[in-house]
């Protein structure tokens, strides 16, 4: 009996913990099982995102792709519709091509001519140049000029002015002789020594630079100025045989435009009849105008007319009354100049193609003496005309009747402010 109920016993014991094992399994499992679908999750998770970008560059890249022929397509086909003359036709096509790529020119053509090559020469001819540039630059007591001449030899030692960055069919400057540059160079100052011009064509590259300082076109426009007599001593001894500085930094008058001066007074109108009391004044306004041409001639217009009015009228030399013509003569920094108005009366319509009348016409003239002083204003070279004589000689039949000279005033002889006339240096008549 007590072994029966010890039997019993451990089978009721071995039950309970077969019972108590069981859930802690199962919920083993059930954890494991949960851990591998994660991990499955995040794996597909990662494997999606991969295609998805991968399938977008490949999209983009077709994009790309197709956006880059078509733009090519239609620069192509400008290209040929230009070379065919329907020049409009052209314009649509390359504003297409545009509109898809902004560069395409320069894209088309770095293809066309083995890009990797181009570049790594471009690249070695960039670096050198920068190189002798930045030795070059380092002594700032040579001249740039033969800095720069020196940096546009070619292999063989000849210089040259500027190479096209793409190919054409169309002769381009930089094949045309020196010499002909050099007379065009010329006909850009002109005989009116408009050298602004020549200036800012010498901004453009390292080759015009060159050809806009050679010493022979500055010579000119100072022989034209002062003469043949002493320059050479003066240009050895003031300013180091450069004939450009010598034209720069001498005192002379401004060519390309005029000097103006604005001069304004009050006058006493006379008394009405009406009421005596009433004291009219007028304020009363006028213009001077001096225009200076390097041959010597000088034009003078005094009106009340406003500038865009009245410059105009002085841009030949060959200007009609009312404007003053004249001769001046520079000496220093003083400038002399005389101008004639010549008047004649007594002529009338019965009389005018008889000879017995002739002496009864009277002429009368009218001869100015003006002598101003150039002065800089505030780092502008020839900026301003300061009056120190001004004299009218009145006479009738050659003999002179009276001379008048002018109290110089401030206020009623201010001094003449120089302006720049564009349109007088549009037209060229004469190489320098």
């Known amino acids: 009996a007590e072994n029966s109920i010890q039997s019993t016993l451990s089978n009721n014991f071995r039950k309970q913990d077969d019972q108590h094992d069981e859930p802690s399994l199962s919920s083993l499992f059930e954890s494991n099982n949960s851990n591998n679908i994660e991990k499955t999750l995040t794996d597909f998770r990662n494997t999606w995102k991969q295609e998805l970008s991968q399938k977008q560059s490949a999209l983009h890249n077709e994009t790309s792709v197709s956006i880059e022929v078509k733009a ?79 940096l546009n030899l070619d292999k063989e030692g000849n210089f040259y002015i500027c190479e096209p960055d793409t190919y054409s069919d169309q002769t381009h400057i930089s094949h045309l002789p020196i010499e002909l540059i ?46 043949r007599s002493r320059l050479e001593s003066v240009l050895a001894k003031e300013y180091c045989g450069s004939w450009r500085r010598m034209f720069i930094e001498r005192t002379r008058v401004n060519y390309n435009g005029a000097y103006i001066s604005r001069t304004t007074y009050i006058r006493q109108g006379e008394n009405s009849f009406q009421d005596i009391d009433y004291k009219p004044c007028y304020l ?20 009340p007319d406003n500038p865009y009015q009245s410059l105009p009228k002085l841009k030949w030399k060959n200007a009609s009354p009312p404007v003053l013509v004249g001769n001046y003569r520079l000496s220093g920094t003083s400038i002399s100049a005389v101008l004639k108005r010549m008047q004649r009366s007594g002529e009338s319509a019965s009389s005018r193609y008889k000879r017995s009348h002739l002496k009864n016409f009277q002429t009368s003239e009218q001869e100015f003496h003006i002598l101003l002083e150039i002065k800089n204003v505030k780092g502008r070279r020839n900026f301003q005309l300061f009056w120190k004589g001004y004299s009218a000689i009145y006479r009738r039949n050659n003999k002179q009747e009276a001379v008048t000279t002018f109290d110089l005033s401030l206020n009623k002889f201010p001094p003449l402010i120089f302006s720049r006339v564009k349109s007088y240096t549009l037209n060229a008549q004469k190489p320098i």
Not at 285 to 302: A, V
């Open 72 to 150: 090519k397509y239609w620069f192509e086909r400008g290209i040929n519709l230009e070379k065919a003359g329907k020049h409009y036709d052209a314009v649509a096509c390359y504003r297409k091509a545009t509109q898809l790529i902004p560069d395409i020119e320069f894209k088309y053509y770095n293809v066309e001519q083995e890009p990797e090559l181009q570049i790594n020469v471009n690249s070695a001819i960039e670096e050198n140049n920068n190189r002798k540039l930045s030795s070059h630059l380092s002594n700032d007591n040579e001249d740039l000029r033969l800095k720069f001449q020196e």
């Open 182 to 227: 050099h007379y065009i160079c010329r006909w850009i100052v002109t005989n009116e020594l408009d050298y602004r011009s020549l200036e800012q064509l010498s901004a453009v590259c390292r080759g015009f630079y060159v050809i806009c300082r050679d010493a022979d076109i500055w010579k000119r426009g100072c022989i034209k100025v002062w003469g």
């Open 284 to 303: 009363v306004e006028y213009y001077r105008y001096l225009r200076f041409f390097p041959d010597g001639t000088i034009l003078m217009l005094n009106t």
